[in-house]
């Protein structure tokens, strides 16, 4: 039975799963859904923090998208209820932030695992049921980290560039099974990522970092998206307005500040005057001259 998405007020039997809905943009999401008719699944790995949705009748679930079993019980729970699930959401993840010098290896595998491996575990156990049902369709919350990264939260960046990527290719690998993959790709939006960036940077810096004393300059940049941000609500209305377009939805969307103007930068600036804008705007320029030079380099 094919679950073909509508272009208008959609029947309350499509279903949606979202990840990573205890606040910001997954619960934006969830609600708005929800107040569109859609039949919405919110999970986050915090079962209290979401318990409120439920009187708004939406369904809750408990998923880690870190732990794979977690992720098959969660689809298989769904598909037994639902019989389908026509939208799946991955929002999850969080911003390791610091010095990539100052990153371990594990906290650099934990970054992965969420952002990157939780995703793709998703895709895995949702989309043999799409296949089934006739298609269905795939959202990847992204950033435009992923495109623009930026000095001290290098692995975030490279998380979310390699969510874009596996993103490209699986648009086109799941085109035949009317699998439609579309990546989000938001600039500056409010959430609560600057809050939990700043408690990743606790104890990030190694006692004898090079840039001890670019502390405050590490901090800004975890609460940079922040800045003049597009409020939750409002990112949840454009994007789910999008998603009623049917088949001329965009596979790549840019919602909030920021968006459009720094993939330009990006592209068109010559690497070096954007990599000496970056250094003076993080100030990295003040640890010029304070190490000793070593000749043969």
């Known amino acids: 039975m094919m679950h073909r998405l509508p272009t208008a007020s959609p029947p309350a039997s499509t279903v949606v799963l979202i990840t990573g809905c205890s606040s910001g943009i997954g619960r934006a999401l969830a609600e708005e859904f929800n107040h ?3 039949r919405v699944y919110a999970t986050a790995r915090e079962l209290s923090a979401i318990e409120d949705l439920a009187a708004k009748q939406i369904k809750i679930a408990r998923l880690d998208v870190t732990d794979e079993p ?10 037994t209820q639902e ?3 026509d939208i799946l959401v991955n929002n999850a993840g969080y911003g390791a932030m610091g010095p990539l010098l100052d990153i371990s290896k594990a906290a650099l595998q934990r970054q992965f695992e969420t952002n990157v491996f939780g995703l793709m575990s998703l895709v895995h156990q949702v989309t043999p049921a799409m296949i089934d049902q006739g298609g269905g369709v795939i959202v990847n919350i992204g950033s435009i980290s992923g495109i623009f990264p930026t000095p001290f939260s290098g692995a975030y960046c490279a ?25 989000v790709q938001p600039g500056a939006i409010q959430s609560n990522f600057g809050n939990a960036a700043t408690e990743q940077l606790e104890g990030i810096l190694k006692p004898d970092s090079v840039y001890g004393e670019l502390e405050e300059g590490i901090r800004d940049r975890a609460n940079l998206s922040q800045l003049n941000a597009l409020s939750t ?13 049917g088949r001329s939805r965009k596979p790549i969307l840019r919602i909030g500040k920021q968006s459009i ?17 970056l250094i003076k705007r993080f100030r990295l320029d003040r640890l010029r001259g304070k190490r000793k030079s070593n000749d043969q380099f």
Do not use: C
């Open 36 to 38: 569109r008719g859609y």
């Open 70 to 79: 977690e992720i098959a019980e969660a689809v298989h729970h769904i598909l």
């Open 83 to 85: 019989s389908h699930i």
């Open 159 to 183: 998380s979310k560039s390699a969510v874009h990527t596996l993103s490209d290719v699986l648009r086109v690998e799941l085109a035949p099974f009317n699998i439609d993959v579309i990546t």
């Open 233 to 245: 609500e409002a990112f949840a209305k454009i994007l789910v307005t999008h998603m009623q377009n």
């Open 261 to 277: 103007l720094l993939p330009f930068l990006k592209r068109w600036l010559p690497v070096r005057w954007l990599d000496q804008l």
